[in-house]
């Protein structure tokens, strides 16, 4: 009886050694899903990386994360974000970088905070004194419950973009700005330099921040060049004649590049040459 309970009780820590080793290997789901989102903005990109608490009938702003604290802004790991160009955030300078970002949840606004330690588990070791800059945004109530923290870029433009970040019953909004047009003007100047020169490139630079047509007019039709029967070489080309007031060759390109698209049966083009056209003929 005693080598049977001695060969039981062996069995049973055989046993639980196998389920500790099973269990050490598990793969579960993790309550607060991650999230890495990748956002091309101005000359660089933007990439914040998050945790995703679900609401589960909780109260969350007032009751599990209180007003008037610094919250992660999200699960596990604080929230990061990182910016491969210097911008500017409500309107204030913030250098290339990788942020912690926490916030201060409010009733009438929130405190947004990046902090320079990127790195950290929740807020249990932050810091005000690592803050690199904080700004204050208006809280927007949400008639409808969003149960899994979201956030997104939305309104972007090649210098401007809104962080909206929204859970529960509650959201906010951080504008984002960069300046790129130095930079581009620059990059211009010295690939002109070179053999290949980005006539196309540079010309649709020049045509949509309003700079010097004449220009943007003379390398448009170096770009044709390379392919005189390219629609969009026409379509381009027509808009600048359009905004320098010259009517009349607009329609007269607009019409060149109908007929190329249509012979090389490229509908898209056919269609944009045709709106061109409609609109030199006002």
Partial sequence: MKLFNKAVALLIVLLGLANLTSAQGLKIPQPSSGQTITQDFGLGKITLTYSRPNVKGRTIFGGMEPLGVVW??????ATRIKFTEDVKIEG??????????????GKK???VIFNKIADQWGAYQYKESDDVLRVTVKTTPLKDKVETLTMQFGDVTETSAQLNVMWEHSAFAVNITTSIDEKVMANIAEAMKGEKKPYFAAAQYYFQ????LKTALAWMTEAEKSDPKAPWFKLWKGRIQLKMGDKAAAMATAQQGIDAAKAQKIDEYVRLNTELLAQAKK
């Fill in 209 to 212: 921040t309003g700079k010097d």
């Fill in 109 to 111: 606004e929130w405190t």
């Fill in 72 to 77: 992660r802004t999200g699960a596990n790991a």
């Fill in 92 to 105: 204030k300078d913030l250098p290339a970088g990788e942020y912690g970002l926490f916030s201060i949840p």
